[in-house]
C-alpha cells in the first residue's frame, strides 16, 4: 500500500487547479517513485530525497502559479534550468514575502520533523545493540499493574538461574548509582553499577589489566570492583599498574581487581529505588547493593542470551509459568 505524505498534499495545493487536473496524478508518481529509490539506499538517502523532493516542488509551484508560463527548449541545460527557477522564486518572494515566508516554514517544520522521527528510528529500532550476539540477548521484566513494565528483587536471580533452561546465560544489574569515591585524588561521587557475575561477559566487556568479577565474588559478597579505563587514568594515572590498588567507596575499602579496556557503556534504564541517565564507570557485586537481600525492592535488570535451539516464544512461555513455579 503506497504512504501518504500530507505535506506533499498540501505543496500540489501551491499549483492553479488547471496544472493539478493536468499533472497532479503524474507528478504524484514520480515524487512516491524518487522516494521508494531512495528509501532502498538507507535512511540518510531517504531524508535527503524527501527534502529535495519537497523543496522542488515549491519551486516550481512558484513559477507555474506567479510568474508565469516557461518555456523552455530541448537544449536548456541543467544549470540554465535552476538559474530561472531560482529567478522566479526571487521574484515571487519579492511579490508576495509573507506567503513565500510561510511556505517555507512549512517546509522546513516538515522536513524537521521527518529527520526527527528517522533519526530515533535509526536509534532505536534499526540499529543493533553494540553487543555480542544482540539478536539472542533478552530482557526479562515484570509486567505490573500499578507501575508497567519493571524489574525484580536480586533474589530472583537466583530463581531465573535455577529454574530457566531456555537461556545459555542469565545474569544481572542494577540502574546506574551515584557512589562517593576517594582513596585516589580529590574525593568526588561517580556513576556505579551492581552486576551479577557474567553480567560484563554477556555484553561483550574485557579486562585490559586484571581480571572481570566472579561467581565467587558474588558469593562472597567480595567488597572488590572493576573500574573503567578513563576512571583509572583519572584516579591513578595513565600507566599505573593494578596491582591490588583500594579506593574507599562511600566510605568502605574496594579492592581494585580488573580495568576494562576500551569505552564499554552499559545500557541505561532506571528503578524505583535508583534513576540515573549516566553510564556507569565502575562496577561492584550485585550482592553488595543495599537491597541484595530484599524480596520487595525491585533493583535488578534481568538479561539472558537465549540458547541456539530456544525461540523467543519459548523463553516467553518458560517465563509465564514461573510464578507458580516459585
Not at 499493574?145 to 544481572?172: E, M, S, W
Not at 568479577?213 to 584516579?235: H, M, N
Request: glycine share 6%; proline share 5%.
Amino acid at each position: 500500500m503506497r504512504p501518504r505524505y500530507a505535506s506533499q498534499r498540501i505543496l500540489l495545493c501551491l499549483y492553479s487547479s488547471r496544472f493539478r487536473r493536468a499533472y497532479g496524478a503524474e507528478m504524484e508518481q514520480i515524487f512516491y517513485r524518487r522516494l521508494s529509490r531512495a528509501k532502498d539506499c538507507g535512511t540518510a538517502a531517504f531524508v535527503y530525497e524527501l527534502g529535495r523532493a519537497y523543496t522542488d516542488l515549491m519551486a516550481s509551484a512558484f513559477s507555474e502559479r506567479f510568474a508565469g508560463p516557461a518555456h523552455y527548449t530541448a537544449r536548456d541545460s541543467m544549470h540554465a534550468t535552476f538559474a530561472r527557477d531560482l529567478k522566479f522564486a526571487v521574484r515571487t518572494f519579492l511579490r508576495r514575502p509573507a506567503f513565500f515566508a510561510t511556505v517555507v516554514l512549512t517546509l522546513g517544520l516538515g522536513i524537521g520533523a521527518a529527520t526527527a522521527i528517522a533519526s530515533l528510528v535509526d536509534a532505536t529500532i534499526l540499529r543493533p545493540l553494540p553487543y555480542p550476539n544482540a539478536d539472542r540477548l533478552v530482557a526479562i521484566v515484570e509486567d505490573s499493574q500499578q507501575f508497567g513494565k519493571v524489574p525484580f528483587a536480586v533474589a530472583f536471580l537466583r530463581d531465573f538461574r535455577d529454574h530457566l533452561t531456555k537461556y545459555d546465560a542469565i545474569a544481572g544489574f542494577t540502574s546506574t548509582w551515584n557512589v562517593a569515591l576517594t582513596g585516589g585524588g580529590e574525593a568526588r561521587t561517580v556513576p556505579a553499577a551492581f552486576v551479577s557475575d557474567g553480567l560484563l561477559e554477556l555484553f561483550g566487556a574485557r579486562a585490559r589489566s586484571g581480571r572481570l568479577l566472579t561467581a565467587s565474588d558474588e558469593q562472597a559478597a567480595s567488597k572488590v570492583a572493576v573500574v573503567s579505563e578513563r576512571l583509572w587514568e583519572q584516579t591513578f594515572g595513565r600507566g599505573t599498574p593494578l596491582s591490588g590498588q583500594i579506593l574507599r567507596i562511600d566510605d568502605e575499602p574496594v579492592t581494585v581487581v580488573g580495568i576494562l579496556a576500551g569505552d564499554f557503556k552499559m545500557p541505561i534504564t532506571s528503578s524505583l529505588a535508583a534513576t540515573n541517565h549516566r553510564t556507569a564507570e565502575l562496577w561492584l557485586p550485585l550482592a553488595v547493593n543495599p537491597f541484595a537481600s530484599v524480596r520487595t525492592v525491585a533493583v535488578a535488570n534481568i538479561v539472558g542470551r537465549l540458547a541456539p535451539e530456544a525461540t523467543l516464544a519459548d523463553a516467553r512461555h518458560e517465563v509465564e509459568r514461573l510464578p507458580a513455579a516459585l
